[in-house]
């Protein structure tokens, strides 16, 4: 403590630090029992509380004072910009036009184009009456410092605050510093929530958002603000990273037409006596051959040449579209890999005019994928895919048969990460990585030169692709990327990273995205002499796959419980929901709470995950278009046509249920 304090003035100042330090660990003990377990005896390690030279409580350590000024005026200084011009994501979703929309026939992407236009109308509306105040459903500490901060924050509209302190010595000394009991008991009530997290790396917070997101309710990353207090090393990490992950945030989002698809699909597939690959069963005689997983990127071009030398002794795994430039070079690869549910893969397999270009290759796809997609094939083999309607059904029929069939976690978003996820599972552990760029050099050069997307399906990419960002390259310099394309990095480096998997290798060939994980590797410098003949890969799978015995009467039966209960869920959450005479952001968002736990509590039933999943995208819409709002009529206005739209589409969906389901079976 300063010695130019005066001895009582410090004793008493000792007292106070005390006595909020016995409040706020109590207060602990009642509600984070294990953060009460850490700090009861604490003992600081580098940092310490200290009165400074101008008699300010202040982060002390060998090195001297953290903060150069009063760290409650920093807090004030930082919390008059937090209020001014919040630091925050921002899901900003664009209408499309009638041909886009209408590309796979779905309703859905028609109503909710119509809602995004509404909201667009309103965003450059100019009224009388200015937003007062932003309501957010979640807002994020990210280094708490001695926390004079949280006091002002507990009074922004909110309900839910999560404070991210990587330092526990920061953390101890906040304890003794500010009393935490009103912010914990004021988020502590009904409708409201608090996280502290303390100790853990960024990487840790990250997973731990994602973690918190799916418990609270995705709609909350419509908006994520964050109020950062100081700078360090890891705070800077955590905040690289959290802004990194925010295309996995918006990525994924399923609807209820594409959860009705992937159960009619599943349906047919399993009425059509379609293998299954089994949970419990890893290649024999396959794991340690070079293994080159082929993505449709801008480099396979580069690599096609090298591929082709090794095609007769490593096995080649193509990537949906990547299918057809092998075929146009000559290569056929050992196992094809779908994940896409629409339609229209048939078509872009279908551009390869020869029949006897399949014999021989091993179809291996996600339960939901087309039935004229495996009908291109002769042998064919299923996994389940997660979080998914066509994957719930089959547990809901047969438990043994959904327990014993490989269920392909980060099989997701793009066909590169399912292959991937694959290869992993079933115990392949030399791979290379050719061709799944998911980043591209040239702007006008996203895909592979042979690819159709140059020739018959030329502009598919354009009208899907969002936001260009760059990322650093595996060769060096940095790559464009979108974000797709982004989301499918992160849960290819998380596929890698999985402790189960330590005994891969894995190799990235392509001049593409960096990929931790993977070792950069350019293909020339690749050399394989065999021992023997590359095995039979058709066998292999048999090997690993069950026949399934399903009847049509018990997939009726499953179905017919499945529309009551969806059915009365729809009319008690969206179709009889009353629409409020004055409504606003707030109370909307506590409906959307209330619709999302609502949803939560059956999500083990189908009903339950087909709702979850269609609630995901257009609550994350209506949230981001409002916080581009500049009007209380504006945003009332808007809020009205949202009940309006809840009717509507749930009204809409009821019907597409029956006639689409129900006929797979007839």
């Known amino acids: 403590m300063n010695s130019d304090t005066p001895l009582q003035d410090l004793n008493l100042l000792k007292k106070r630090l005390t006595l909020t330090l016995q409040k706020n660990l ?31 409580l202040n982060l002390r350590s060998q090195r001297g004072f953290l903060f150069d000024q009063d760290p409650k005026t920093t807090s004030d200084e930082q919390l008059n910009a ?21 590309k796979h026939g779905f309703v859905h992407l028609g109503l909710i184009n119509q809602l995004i236009q509404k909201g667009e109308q309103l965003v450059a509306q100019r009224d009388s009456v200015p937003v007062k105040s932003d309501f957010y459903p979640s807002l994020f500490v990210i280094g708490n410092g001695l926390g004079f901060h949280l006091d002002a924050l507990a009074q922004e509209s909110l309900n839910h605050i999560h404070i991210f302190e990587p330092l526990e010595d920061f953390f101890f000394a906040s304890l003794l510093a500010v009393d935490y009991s009103v912010l914990i008991e004021k988020f502590s009530t009904e409708g409201r929530h608090i996280s502290i997290e303390v100790g853990s790396s960024p990487t840790q917070f990250i997973n731990n958002l994602h973690y918190l997101i799916r418990e609270l309710g995705q709609y909350r990353v419509g908006t994520l603000p964050i109020f950062n207090h100081y700078k360090s090393p890891d705070i800077e990490q955590a905040l690289h990273l959290f802004f990194d992950a925010a295309t996995q945030y918006y990525s994924g989002f399923g609807f209820f037409e594409d959860e009705i698809l992937s159960v009619e699909h599943t349906i047919k597939n399993l009425a059509a006596g379609t293998k299954l690959l089994n949970a419990n069963k890893k290649v024999e005689g396959l794991s340690q051959i070079p293994t080159f997983v082929c993505g449709n990127g801008p480099s396979l071009d ?20 990547a299918i057809y430039p092998l075929y146009k070079a000559g290569i056929k690869p050992d196992i094809h890999f779908e994940i896409e549910r629409t339609k229209d893969v048939a078509s872009w397999i279908s551009l390869i005019k020869d029949p006897s270009y399949f014999d021989g290759v091993a179809l291996v796809a996600s339960n939901n ?48 990460n399912g292959a ?26 996203h895909h592979s030169k042979d690819s159709a997307y140059y020739t018959e399906f030329d502009g598919e990419f ?100 499945a529309e009551q209960e969806l059915f009365r869920l ?9 629409v409020p005479e004055r409504p606003d952001m707030a109370h909307l968002c506590s409906v959307f709470q209330w619709q999302f736990e609502k949803i939560k509590s059956n ?30 009529e504006a945003r009332e206005q808007y809020i009205k046509e949202v009940y309006r739209f809840m009717a509507d589409y749930f009204t809409e969906m009821k019907s597409i249920f029956e006639v689409r389901l129900f006929r797979a079976l007839a």
């Open 26 to 56: 109590s207060c602990l003990h009642a509600h984070f029992p294990n953060l009460h377990a850490r700090f009861a005896n604490y003992q600081p390690k580098e940092f310490w509380l200290d009165l400074d030279p101008r008699g300010f």
């Open 82 to 102: 937090h209020r001014s011009s919040p630091y925050r994501t921002l899901y900003q979703a664009r209408s499309v036009d009638n041909a886009e929309q209408n």
């Open 302 to 321: 580069l690599n096609i040449e090298h591929i082709k030398k090794y095609e007769k002794s490593c096995l080649i795994i193509s990537c949906g579209s």
């Open 369 to 416: 994928v087309a039935p004229d997609v495996l009908a291109l094939f002769t042998d064919t083999y299923l996994f389940l895919k997660p979080d998914d309607m066509g994957t719930m059904f089959i547990q809901k029929l047969n438990s043994n048969l959904f327990e014993n069939t490989m269920n392909l976690a980060g099989s997701n978003p793009l066909v590169g």
């Open 420 to 445: 991937l996820a694959f290869l992993l599972e079933a115990g392949f552990e030399n791979l290379y990585l050719v061709g799944l760029d998911v980043g591209y050099r040239k702007l006008e050069h």
């Open 462 to 561: 354009a009208g899907t692709k969002t936001e260009e960002k760059k990322v650093p390259g595996n060769f060096g310099g940095q790559v464009y990327t979108e974000v797709v394309y982004d989301y499918s990095r992160h849960v290819l480096e998380w596929s890698l990273a999985r402790q189960e998997y330590k005994q891969a290798k894995c190799f990235n060939c392509s001049d593409g995205a960096h990929i931790q994980g993977a070792s950069p590797l350019h293909l020339e410098e690749f050399d394989y002499a065999p021992q023997r003949a590359k095995p039979n890969v058709a066998a292999t799978l048999t090997a690993m796959a069950d026949h399934n015995l399903v009847a049509n009467h018990q997939m009726l039966r499953v179905l017919k419980s």
């Open 570 to 578: 729809i009319d008690e959450l969206f179709i009889e929901l009353p």
């Open 603 to 632: 999500n083990k039933d189908l009903a339950g995950l087909i709702l979850q999943n269609s609630i995901n995208q257009f609550q994350t819409i209506v949230l981001g278009q409002l916080h581009q709002m500049k009007s209380e």
